[in-house]
């Protein structure tokens, strides 16, 4: 396991601000990790509240619908290489009913997933807005014939967002942190898709219960499509960032 090195070690929380800590507190759904990602921001305390702000209204007071919002975070995440944050939306995408397939598709080619036409439209301008393109006319007046201009508004906000986020964490070498898989026995429903995917990781055991082979395997896109096709959802990746692992060993 390579060890990383951030460019710009987090704080320890001791040292954040209250309502730094305050907020910490309310995003346990974000999982291991978050503690390394608002120390990092502890530095900039006005920053770090008006970046979570922003957060916060993408995601509790959002126009778009769940589904799309989850789908615009998945693709960003895979195009700009941040498994870390893709791992959480993962999760997040799940919960909102995006199925297995799709959370998958969202890391494929997205032509070869039966999308409906909304989702298309969001995944094709994701797939340009990610690298910083401005969309054509013509996308421009299909996803204006779908969506209201407050809709509109939060997708381009939206997107622009992920970025800042992915690009933030994998400049700083922020580590990700936590486990690297694990299974949860309560929702796993042995389907055995993940044991045929990655045998190196995954098994059954005699009750035919899942189980893992190895307990903080390699983070590989076969773990990952692993975990996206398990139809229950009982997999959980906190992935470090592929970047970072790659800027740690020059």
């Keep these: 396991m390579h060890v990383v090195t951030p460019r710009i070690a987090p704080l320890p929380v001791d040292d954040w601000p209250p309502a730094l800590r305050e907020l910490l507190h309310a995003s346990r759904r974000d999982g291991a990790g978050r503690e390394n ?14 970046w979570l702000h922003l957060a916060q209204v993408l995601t509790h007071q959002g126009l778009l619908e769940p589904t799309l919002h989850e789908l615009a975070l998945l693709r960003t995440s895979h195009l700009l290489r941040a498994p870390y944050v893709r791992a959480r939306h993962e999760d997040h995408a799940r919960d909102v009913g995006v199925a297995p397939e799709a959370v998958a598709a969202t890391a494929a080619d997205p032509a070869a997933y039966d999308w409906s036409a909304p989702e298309a439209a ?3 301008a994701v797939d340009l807005l990610a690298v910083g393109e401005v969309l054509p006319e013509p996308l421009w007046r299909e996803l204006s014939g779908m969506f209201t201009a407050a809709q509109l508004l939060e997708l381009l906000v939206l997107v622009g967002q992920c970025a800042m986020v992915c690009t933030t964490l994998n400049t700083l070498r922020t580590p990700g942190g936590g486990p690297t898989v694990r299974v949860d026995a ?6 055995g898709q993940c044991v045929s995917t990655a045998p190196d990781v995954f098994a059954h055991d005699e009750d035919g219960q899942v189980t893992l082979v190895e307990e903080r395997p390699a983070v590989t896109d076969r773990l990952r499509l692993a975990a996206a096709l398990c139809p229950s959802g009982a997999i959980h990746l906190t992935a470090p960032d592929r970047i970072t692992e790659e800027a740690s060993l020059s």
């Design 37 to 50: 990602l608002f120390g990092t921001l502890a530095h900039h305390p006005p920053l770090a509240e008006a």
């Design 122 to 124: 969001v995944l094709r």
């Design 186 to 191: 309560a929702r796993c429903c042995s389907a």
